[in-house]
Antibody
């Protein structure tokens, strides 16, 4: 059974960079799209972007200038970086498998932006 | 961006009720519409993809229909474990976007 697990700091200071990693187990990262989605506390879901295992990416224009998604196939991991964070970036961040619909999700990790 | 709306934003229902949730896209999305269920503190769970295809393991009381801009999710007989928030999502054009959610709670 495919499982995804997010990891990274739960607290990031304003103006700094948020960095998260998603580790995929129970299956290969190859031949799939991998996505990051976030959900501010008490609010709805926002698509951040995806990466294909080969490295091609597609980002939400609302975040594009601040977001980088990368993949490390040898470790079966993909990562998210968001630069220059503000309180508006406080959210539960989910990683998921798929380019359009998402049948496998991580449990989510809360990242709080605060000094 | 394609804007997704849902109605109602919340509803109260009883076990055994038939429940219908509507999702509308701001432009045509063909059949690229997915439905998710989310319970508090949990990741969303895919219920329906491509408008009407039931995800493996999802009970058959869930069904989806529609095309173009108007879509529905129907729960034929609400069960206690179905009380949750439901989101629609378009996967026609990036950025993929979600509806604001419909919360189904106990009457």
């Amino acid at each position: 059974q495919v499982q995804l697990q997010e990891s990274g700091p739960g607290l990031v200071k304003p103006s700094e960079t948020l960095s998260l990693t998603c580790t995929v187990s129970g299956g290969s990262i190859s031949n799939f799209y991998w996505t990051w989605i976030r959900q501010p506390p008490g609010k709805g879901l926002e698509w951040i972007g995806y990466i294909y295992y080969s490295g091609s990416t597609n980002y939400n224009p609302s975040l594009k200038s601040r977001v980088t998604i990368s993949v490390e196939t040898s470790k079966n991991q993909f990562s998210l970086k968001v630069t220059s964070v503000t309180a508006a970036d406080t959210a539960v961040y989910y990683c998921a498998r798929g380019g359009g619909s998402y049948s496998y999700w991580g449990q989510g990790t809360l990242v709080t932006v605060s000094s | 961006d394609i804007q997704m709306t849902q109605s109602p934003s919340s509803l109260s229902a009883s076990v055994g009720d038939r429940v219908t949730i509507t999702c509308r896209a701001s432009q045509t999305i063909s059949s690229y519409l997915n439905w998710y269920q989310q319970k508090p503190g949990k990741a969303p769970k895919l219920l329906i993809y491509a408008t009407s295809s039931l995800q493996s393991g999802v009970p058959s009381r869930f069904s989806g229909s529609g095309s173009g801009t108007d879509f529905t999710l129907t729960i034929s007989s609400l069960q206690p474990e179905d009380f949750a928030t439901y989101y629609c999502q378009q996967s026609y054009n990036t950025p993929f976007t979600f509806g604001p959610g419909t919360t189904v709670d106990i009457k």
